[in-house]
DNA sequence: AACTACTCCTGGAGGC
DNA sequence: TGCCTCCAGGAGTAGT
């Protein structure tokens, strides 16, 4: 959603200014500084996993992750041309938050910012030649949507894990990427299974199942934008979120109390009878 | 190789 | 209203 919006506004575009404030945030493998993407255009914008990669001219990449609480805005003054991430600030907000820490201006006079409230956002700066080689070392899976996710796949992926509460497994990014924790939640909801079932132990028609329920939830975020409202609200017409934030809430589906538990030490949101302990 | 515990940060929510 | 405490959460790392 995010990465379709700003590779919508921004390719073309030239950077004239760039600054991040916070040290933490700035990442530069070989040493480049900040200041020699002013002057070069942005190509494109692609993403791998929960990583942005802005293609810029002269064979350099930004890269962007925005963790847990990464916002990034495309506006030019109050007009917001793109926005994602992190409810925080509102999207309608004025720029720049206090946490407003990353910001580029660009040759039409609009400014991508980069919000965290919680400063664990990364930027990374690099030759492009040099992207996959930093994208492989971080080890990640299938891409949900690559041809090669299919049911076969996951439940291997599963049966490497086998005591692993599914939870935990589904957070993991070395077999496939790109569920957090409130699309885990989702997922597991969506496919009616309890989030501290053994990976290993889920059943032919559970695997497939919840192979449909990732694909769902991400579908469904891809084309909608991210489930993260504040307090578990759910937006009019909205499928999610249907678990995450909404403990202490009625089930959409039967009406009995969501619950919340630590599973990994991540808050776990789920129905306990839609999401039986076993089947 | 699989798994757990710990770390990083600080805005915002909730308690009183 | 305002001060205080605690929670969230992706992923890297160290240790078992």
Redesign the pocket.
Known sequence: MLRRQLDQTLPGRTIVAAEITRP?MFVSPTGLPLEVVRGRTILGVRRR??MLIFDLSDALALLV?L???GQLAHRRGDEVLAVGGHP??RCDAPLPH??SHGRFDLDDGSVLWLTD????ARVWLLPAAEVDELLRD?KLGLEPFDPAFTRAYLRQALQ?????PIK?AL?E?TRFVGL???YADEALIAAGLHPERAAGSLGDDEVGRLHGAIQAVLRYAVEHGPA?L??GRVRDGAEFPRAHGRAGLPCLTCGAELRRIKV????TDFCPSCQPAAS
């Open positions: 933490t996993a929960k992750h963790k847990l609480a925080v600030p206090r946490s409230i919680r400063v664990f971080r490497r894990h086998r005591t692993l935990s957070l990014q957090g924790n409130i993260d504040p307090r990994g030490a991540r808050s």
